[in-house]
Protein backbone atom coordinates (compact mmCIF):
# COMPACT_ATOMS: atom_id res chain seq x y z
CA UNK A 1 0.00 0.00 0.00
CA UNK A 2 1.33 3.31 -0.93
CA UNK A 3 2.78 5.88 1.77
CA UNK A 4 2.68 9.81 1.52
CA UNK A 5 5.02 11.94 4.02
CA UNK A 6 2.85 15.70 4.87
CA UNK A 7 6.13 17.47 6.29
CA UNK A 8 6.80 20.79 5.97
CA UNK A 9 3.90 21.76 8.70
CA UNK A 10 4.73 24.50 10.89
CA UNK A 11 2.35 23.41 13.72
CA UNK A 12 0.64 20.08 13.84
CA UNK A 13 -2.56 19.56 16.06
CA UNK A 14 -2.97 15.87 16.98
CA UNK A 15 -5.25 16.11 19.54
CA UNK A 16 -3.21 13.50 21.05
CA UNK A 17 -1.88 15.12 24.36
CA UNK A 18 0.22 12.12 25.62
CA UNK A 19 2.28 12.24 22.20
CA UNK A 20 5.91 12.35 23.14
CA UNK A 21 6.73 15.42 21.20
CA UNK A 22 3.34 17.57 21.46
CA UNK A 23 3.82 20.31 23.88
CA UNK A 24 1.36 18.20 26.75
CA UNK A 25 -1.82 20.32 25.33
CA UNK A 26 -5.23 18.97 24.77
CA UNK A 27 -4.46 19.38 21.66
CA UNK A 28 -1.01 17.79 21.35
CA UNK A 29 0.71 20.53 19.44
CA UNK A 30 4.13 19.51 17.32
CA UNK A 31 5.95 22.16 15.75
CA UNK A 32 8.19 21.70 12.62
CA UNK A 33 6.44 18.65 11.75
CA UNK A 34 5.27 15.74 9.76
CA UNK A 35 2.91 13.07 9.28
CA UNK A 36 3.07 9.89 7.26
CA UNK A 37 -0.16 8.13 5.67
CA UNK A 38 -0.70 4.58 4.52
CA UNK A 39 -3.94 4.11 2.30
CA UNK A 40 -6.76 5.72 4.26
CA UNK A 41 -5.10 5.78 7.75
CA UNK A 42 -2.76 7.62 9.56
CA UNK A 43 0.79 5.38 9.85
CA UNK A 44 3.27 7.58 11.74
CA UNK A 45 3.26 11.16 13.34
CA UNK A 46 6.20 12.91 14.59
CA UNK A 47 8.75 15.58 14.49
CA UNK A 48 9.68 16.36 10.65
CA UNK A 49 13.79 15.62 11.48
CA UNK A 50 12.44 12.07 12.58
CA UNK A 51 10.04 11.43 9.44
CA UNK A 52 10.47 7.63 7.86
CA UNK A 53 11.01 7.19 4.10
CA UNK A 54 7.39 6.84 2.12
CA UNK A 55 6.57 6.64 -1.37
CA UNK A 56 5.10 10.43 -1.96
CA UNK A 57 5.73 13.27 -0.28
CA UNK A 58 3.93 16.38 -0.11
CA UNK A 59 5.20 19.68 1.36
CA UNK A 60 3.29 21.99 3.29
CA UNK A 61 5.59 25.18 2.89
CA UNK A 62 5.30 26.22 6.74
CA UNK A 63 1.09 25.99 6.56
CA UNK A 64 -0.55 24.35 10.13
CA UNK A 65 -2.28 21.04 9.81
CA UNK A 66 -5.24 19.88 11.91
CA UNK A 67 -7.73 17.09 12.42
CA UNK A 68 -10.26 17.66 9.40
CA UNK A 69 -13.65 18.64 11.13
CA UNK A 70 -15.99 16.86 12.19
CA UNK A 71 -19.53 17.80 11.60
CA UNK A 72 -21.60 16.14 13.99
CA UNK A 73 -24.84 17.80 12.89
CA UNK A 74 -26.20 18.94 9.51
CA UNK A 75 -29.45 18.54 7.76
CA UNK A 76 -28.38 18.36 4.08
CA UNK A 77 -31.03 16.29 2.18
CA UNK A 78 -33.77 19.23 1.42
CA UNK A 79 -34.67 21.29 -1.54
CA UNK A 80 -36.33 24.60 -1.82
CA UNK A 81 -35.57 28.29 -0.60
CA UNK A 82 -36.06 29.87 3.29
CA UNK A 83 -34.12 33.01 2.47
CA UNK A 84 -37.28 34.86 2.66
CA UNK A 85 -37.78 33.42 6.44
CA UNK A 86 -34.34 34.76 7.52
CA UNK A 87 -34.85 37.91 5.90
CA UNK A 88 -38.03 37.97 8.06
CA UNK A 89 -36.58 36.99 11.16
CA UNK A 90 -33.55 39.59 10.61
CA UNK A 91 -36.91 42.48 11.58
CA UNK A 92 -37.64 40.42 14.37
CA UNK A 93 -40.01 37.72 13.56
CA UNK A 94 -39.20 34.88 15.81
CA UNK A 95 -38.29 31.25 15.06
CA UNK A 96 -40.80 28.42 16.42
CA UNK A 97 -39.91 26.06 13.98
CA UNK A 98 -43.12 26.36 11.80
CA UNK A 99 -41.00 26.98 8.50
CA UNK A 100 -39.88 23.39 8.49
CA UNK A 101 -42.95 22.75 6.49
CA UNK A 102 -42.16 24.48 3.36
CA UNK A 103 -38.91 22.29 3.30
CA UNK A 104 -40.38 19.43 3.73
CA UNK A 105 -42.94 20.26 0.74
CA UNK A 106 -40.33 21.54 -1.37
CA UNK A 107 -38.10 18.25 -0.25
CA UNK A 108 -40.99 15.90 -1.27
CA UNK A 109 -41.62 17.30 -4.71
CA UNK A 110 -38.02 16.92 -5.13
CA UNK A 111 -36.76 13.67 -7.59
CA UNK A 112 -34.25 11.37 -6.08
CA UNK A 113 -31.71 12.87 -8.67
CA UNK A 114 -32.38 16.26 -7.07
CA UNK A 115 -32.16 15.35 -4.00
CA UNK A 116 -28.52 13.64 -4.82
CA UNK A 117 -27.06 16.63 -6.76
CA UNK A 118 -28.02 19.03 -3.95
CA UNK A 119 -26.70 17.06 -1.26
CA UNK A 120 -23.20 16.19 -3.08
CA UNK A 121 -23.04 19.91 -3.86
CA UNK A 122 -23.47 20.51 0.06
CA UNK A 123 -20.57 17.63 1.01
CA UNK A 124 -18.46 19.19 -1.66
CA UNK A 125 -18.98 22.53 0.07
CA UNK A 126 -18.16 21.62 3.43
CA UNK A 127 -15.08 19.60 2.25
CA UNK A 128 -13.42 22.67 0.71
CA UNK A 129 -13.58 23.90 3.95
CA UNK A 130 -11.54 21.59 6.18
CA UNK A 131 -14.80 19.20 6.70
CA UNK A 132 -14.26 15.26 6.96
CA UNK A 133 -16.72 13.42 7.98
CA UNK A 134 -20.05 14.58 8.12
CA UNK A 135 -23.39 13.52 9.92
CA UNK A 136 -26.46 13.80 7.63
CA UNK A 137 -30.12 13.90 9.04
CA UNK A 138 -33.63 12.92 7.59
CA UNK A 139 -36.51 15.53 8.69
CA UNK A 140 -37.15 16.98 5.50
CA UNK A 141 -39.46 14.39 4.29
CA UNK A 142 -42.07 13.06 7.50
CA UNK A 143 -43.64 10.54 5.87
CA UNK A 144 -42.53 6.73 5.42
CA UNK A 145 -41.12 6.86 1.98
CA UNK A 146 -39.58 10.23 2.36
CA UNK A 147 -37.82 10.04 5.06
CA UNK A 148 -36.34 6.30 3.65
CA UNK A 149 -35.58 8.07 0.84
CA UNK A 150 -33.69 10.89 2.28
CA UNK A 151 -31.79 8.67 4.48
CA UNK A 152 -31.04 5.92 1.42
CA UNK A 153 -29.18 9.35 -0.40
CA UNK A 154 -27.28 10.42 2.79
CA UNK A 155 -26.02 7.07 3.26
CA UNK A 156 -24.40 7.92 -0.31
CA UNK A 157 -21.90 10.47 1.14
CA UNK A 158 -21.66 9.23 4.92
CA UNK A 159 -22.09 6.53 7.18
CA UNK A 160 -23.47 8.54 9.87
CA UNK A 161 -26.86 8.82 9.29
CA UNK A 162 -29.68 9.80 11.43
CA UNK A 163 -33.64 9.17 10.93
CA UNK A 164 -34.95 12.75 12.43
CA UNK A 165 -38.60 11.42 11.47
CA UNK A 166 -39.32 13.17 14.70
CA UNK A 167 -38.33 16.63 13.47
CA UNK A 168 -41.83 18.14 13.87
CA UNK A 169 -45.31 17.25 13.41
CA UNK A 170 -46.02 17.81 9.51
CA UNK A 171 -49.40 19.65 9.04
CA UNK A 172 -51.44 16.94 7.66
CA UNK A 173 -51.20 15.88 11.26
CA UNK A 174 -51.71 18.45 13.41
CA UNK A 175 -55.51 18.60 13.44
CA UNK A 176 -56.36 16.96 17.18
CA UNK A 177 -54.60 15.05 19.76
CA UNK A 178 -55.32 11.69 17.91
CA UNK A 179 -53.88 12.66 14.77
CA UNK A 180 -50.86 13.94 16.32
CA UNK A 181 -50.62 10.77 18.33
CA UNK A 182 -51.01 8.60 14.82
CA UNK A 183 -47.81 10.46 13.63
CA UNK A 184 -45.89 8.90 16.70
CA UNK A 185 -46.75 6.06 16.45
CA UNK A 186 -46.33 6.20 12.93
CA UNK A 187 -42.53 7.11 13.35
CA UNK A 188 -42.15 4.50 16.14
CA UNK A 189 -43.83 1.78 13.95
CA UNK A 190 -43.77 1.70 9.86
CA UNK A 191 -42.17 4.82 9.19
CA UNK A 192 -38.75 3.51 11.87
CA UNK A 193 -38.87 -0.03 10.20
CA UNK A 194 -38.04 1.80 6.83
CA UNK A 195 -35.77 3.93 7.82
CA UNK A 196 -33.30 1.70 10.00
CA UNK A 197 -31.91 -0.39 7.62
CA UNK A 198 -30.20 3.14 6.26
CA UNK A 199 -29.37 5.06 9.76
CA UNK A 200 -26.95 4.48 12.76
CA UNK A 201 -28.88 7.16 14.83
CA UNK A 202 -32.54 8.15 15.70
CA UNK A 203 -32.95 11.93 16.63
CA UNK A 204 -35.99 13.93 18.15
CA UNK A 205 -36.63 17.79 18.22
CA UNK A 206 -37.73 17.41 22.07
CA UNK A 207 -38.99 21.04 22.47
CA UNK A 208 -41.87 22.08 24.86
CA UNK A 209 -41.77 25.60 23.49
CA UNK A 210 -42.61 24.71 20.20
CA UNK A 211 -46.51 23.49 19.58
CA UNK A 212 -44.61 21.56 15.98
CA UNK A 213 -41.95 19.69 18.01
CA UNK A 214 -42.33 16.71 20.45
CA UNK A 215 -43.31 16.40 24.61
CA UNK A 216 -40.70 14.69 26.79
CA UNK A 217 -43.15 11.82 26.93
CA UNK A 218 -43.56 11.96 22.85
CA UNK A 219 -40.00 11.57 22.51
CA UNK A 220 -39.29 9.13 25.31
CA UNK A 221 -41.75 7.27 23.36
CA UNK A 222 -39.86 7.54 20.23
CA UNK A 223 -35.99 7.36 21.38
CA UNK A 224 -36.81 4.41 23.18
CA UNK A 225 -38.34 2.84 20.08
CA UNK A 226 -35.29 3.46 17.72
CA UNK A 227 -33.12 2.00 20.76
CA UNK A 228 -34.63 -1.00 20.23
CA UNK A 229 -34.73 -1.05 16.55
CA UNK A 230 -30.60 -0.78 17.23
CA UNK A 231 -30.26 2.52 16.83
CA UNK A 232 -28.45 4.89 18.88
CA UNK A 233 -29.67 8.01 20.62
CA UNK A 234 -29.36 11.91 19.76
CA UNK A 235 -31.50 14.66 20.84
CA UNK A 236 -32.57 17.91 19.87
CA UNK A 237 -32.37 19.86 22.90
CA UNK A 238 -33.13 23.28 24.99
CA UNK A 239 -32.40 25.09 21.67
CA UNK A 240 -35.66 27.99 22.16
CA UNK A 241 -36.46 27.69 26.14
CA UNK A 242 -35.43 25.77 28.94
CA UNK A 243 -37.18 21.68 28.69
CA UNK A 244 -36.28 18.42 29.27
CA UNK A 245 -34.36 17.60 26.49
CA UNK A 246 -31.22 17.42 28.20
CA UNK A 247 -32.24 15.79 31.07
CA UNK A 248 -34.13 13.27 28.76
CA UNK A 249 -30.79 12.77 26.80
CA UNK A 250 -28.37 12.08 29.85
CA UNK A 251 -30.83 9.67 31.56
CA UNK A 252 -31.50 7.90 28.07
CA UNK A 253 -27.49 7.90 27.48
CA UNK A 254 -27.68 9.50 24.47
CA UNK A 255 -24.46 10.05 22.32
CA UNK A 256 -25.32 14.08 21.74
CA UNK A 257 -27.89 16.59 22.92
CA UNK A 258 -27.60 19.31 20.39
CA UNK A 259 -28.29 23.01 20.92
CA UNK A 260 -28.42 23.45 24.83
CA UNK A 261 -28.68 26.80 24.27
CA UNK A 262 -31.10 27.41 28.04
CA UNK A 263 -29.60 25.22 30.14
CA UNK A 264 -30.30 25.17 34.07
CA UNK A 265 -27.76 23.74 36.58
CA UNK A 266 -29.85 20.75 36.85
CA UNK A 267 -29.36 20.17 32.89
CA UNK A 268 -25.21 20.56 33.23
CA UNK A 269 -25.04 18.55 36.27
CA UNK A 270 -26.69 15.72 34.17
CA UNK A 271 -24.57 15.89 31.17
CA UNK A 272 -21.37 16.25 33.86
CA UNK A 273 -22.73 12.72 35.70
CA UNK A 274 -23.04 10.98 32.31
CA UNK A 275 -21.47 10.50 29.10
CA UNK A 276 -23.91 12.60 26.74
CA UNK A 277 -21.72 15.02 24.54
CA UNK A 278 -23.50 18.76 24.45
CA UNK A 279 -23.12 19.82 20.86
CA UNK A 280 -23.25 23.72 20.43
CA UNK A 281 -24.34 25.17 17.35
CA UNK A 282 -23.33 28.72 17.31
CA UNK A 283 -24.57 29.10 13.45
CA UNK A 284 -27.91 28.57 14.83
CA UNK A 285 -27.88 31.69 17.19
CA UNK A 286 -26.15 33.69 14.80
CA UNK A 287 -29.09 33.23 12.28
CA UNK A 288 -31.54 33.64 14.84
CA UNK A 289 -30.70 36.54 16.73
CA UNK A 290 -30.89 34.36 19.94
CA UNK A 291 -28.64 34.14 22.68
CA UNK A 292 -25.26 32.39 22.68
CA UNK A 293 -25.03 28.88 25.08
CA UNK A 294 -22.39 28.87 27.28
CA UNK A 295 -19.90 27.18 26.46
CA UNK A 296 -17.70 28.06 29.47
CA UNK A 297 -19.72 27.19 31.80
CA UNK A 298 -20.15 23.76 30.20
CA UNK A 299 -16.59 23.28 30.01
CA UNK A 300 -15.88 24.31 33.58
CA UNK A 301 -18.19 21.69 34.61
CA UNK A 302 -16.33 18.91 33.27
CA UNK A 303 -18.73 18.45 30.01
CA UNK A 304 -17.28 17.18 27.02
CA UNK A 305 -18.50 19.93 24.48
CA UNK A 306 -18.82 19.28 20.73
CA UNK A 307 -19.10 21.78 17.90
CA UNK A 308 -21.53 21.77 14.19
CA UNK A 309 -22.71 23.21 11.63
CA UNK A 310 -26.59 22.80 11.73
CA UNK A 311 -26.48 23.13 8.22
CA UNK A 312 -30.24 23.54 7.31
CA UNK A 313 -32.59 25.53 5.09
CA UNK A 314 -34.07 27.76 8.41
CA UNK A 315 -31.78 28.26 10.94
CA UNK A 316 -28.59 28.20 9.65
CA UNK A 317 -27.98 28.09 6.03
CA UNK A 318 -24.13 27.63 6.66
CA UNK A 319 -21.63 24.78 5.96
CA UNK A 320 -18.48 26.51 7.48
CA UNK A 321 -16.75 24.65 10.33
CA UNK A 322 -14.54 27.71 10.37
CA UNK A 323 -17.44 29.99 10.87
CA UNK A 324 -18.50 28.10 13.75
CA UNK A 325 -15.37 28.24 15.64
CA UNK A 326 -15.20 31.78 15.37
CA UNK A 327 -18.15 32.28 16.89
CA UNK A 328 -17.95 29.74 19.45
CA UNK A 329 -14.55 32.31 20.16
CA UNK A 330 -15.74 35.20 20.19
CA UNK A 331 -19.82 34.56 21.35
CA UNK A 332 -19.27 31.95 23.87
CA UNK A 333 -16.61 32.05 25.81
CA UNK A 334 -14.26 29.31 24.09
CA UNK A 335 -10.61 29.58 23.63
CA UNK A 336 -9.40 29.01 20.33
CA UNK A 337 -7.94 25.98 21.66
CA UNK A 338 -10.74 24.60 23.13
CA UNK A 339 -13.05 25.94 20.15
CA UNK A 340 -10.73 23.89 17.68
CA UNK A 341 -10.73 20.79 19.67
CA UNK A 342 -14.65 20.55 19.71
CA UNK A 343 -14.86 20.78 16.38
CA UNK A 344 -12.91 17.79 16.11
CA UNK A 345 -12.21 15.72 18.91
CA UNK A 346 -15.22 17.07 20.75
CA UNK A 347 -17.66 16.17 17.81
CA UNK A 348 -16.12 13.04 17.07
CA UNK A 349 -17.07 11.82 20.67
CA UNK A 350 -20.42 12.93 20.15
CA UNK A 351 -20.31 10.64 17.27
CA UNK A 352 -18.69 8.03 19.64
CA UNK A 353 -15.66 7.72 17.08
CA UNK A 354 -12.09 7.56 18.43
CA UNK A 355 -10.83 6.98 14.76
CA UNK A 356 -11.73 10.33 13.48
CA UNK A 357 -10.79 14.22 15.10
CA UNK A 358 -7.09 12.82 16.36
CA UNK A 359 -4.27 12.45 14.29
CA UNK A 360 -2.30 9.57 15.44
CA UNK A 361 -1.35 6.08 14.26
CA UNK A 362 -3.98 3.85 13.05
CA UNK A 363 -6.40 6.64 12.86
CA UNK A 364 -8.40 7.81 9.42
CA UNK A 365 -6.40 10.30 7.40
CA UNK A 366 -8.58 12.76 7.76
CA UNK A 367 -6.69 16.25 7.34
CA UNK A 368 -6.88 19.70 7.21
CA UNK A 369 -4.11 22.44 5.81
CA UNK A 370 -4.54 25.77 7.14
CA UNK A 371 -3.16 28.94 4.96
CA UNK A 372 -1.73 29.93 7.76
CA UNK A 373 1.19 28.95 9.90
CA UNK A 374 -1.35 28.38 13.44
CA UNK A 375 -4.81 26.94 14.28
CA UNK A 376 -5.18 30.29 15.81
CA UNK A 377 -6.01 31.91 12.37
CA UNK A 378 -9.34 30.06 12.37
CA UNK A 379 -10.84 32.61 14.68
CA UNK A 380 -8.45 35.46 14.25
CA UNK A 381 -9.44 35.27 10.54
CA UNK A 382 -13.45 34.95 9.99
CA UNK A 383 -14.84 34.95 6.74
CA UNK A 384 -11.46 33.75 5.07
CA UNK A 385 -11.55 30.64 3.46
CA UNK A 386 -7.86 29.35 5.09
CA UNK A 387 -9.20 25.57 5.38
CA UNK A 388 -9.18 23.20 3.03
CA UNK A 389 -9.13 19.13 3.25
CA UNK A 390 -6.37 17.08 1.99
CA UNK A 391 -8.21 14.76 -0.64
CA UNK A 392 -5.08 11.67 -0.49
CA UNK A 393 -6.66 9.46 -2.78
Known amino acids: ?28 VIEHAAVVTEGDRIAWVGRAQDAPDADERDDLDGRAL ?53 VGRRVAEMRAQGTGVVEIKSGYGLSVADEARALRIAREFTDETTFLGAHVVPPEFR ?42 DESGQILTAGKEAGLELRVHGNQLGAGPGVQLAARLGAASVDHCTYLTDEDI ?27 RRLLDAGVTVALASDCNPGTCYSSSMPFA ?11 PAQALHAATAGAAQSLRRDDIG ?36
Not at 105 to 113: G, K
Not at 181 to 193: D, F, I, K, N, R
Not at 362 to 387: K, Q, W
Open 325 to 335: IAVAVRDMGMT
Open 66 to 118: VPAFVDSHSHLVFAGDRSAEFAARMTGTPYDGGGIAVSMAATRAASDDELRAL
Open 358 to 393: VLRPGARAELTVLDAPSYLHLAYRPGVPIARRIDLG
Open 175 to 216: SDDASRASYVALVCGEMLQACAPHARWIDVFCEPHSEFAFTA
Open 1 to 28: MSTTLVTGIAELVTNDPTHPDGDGSPLG
Open 269 to 295: ASLAGSSTVATLLPGVEFSTRSPYPDA
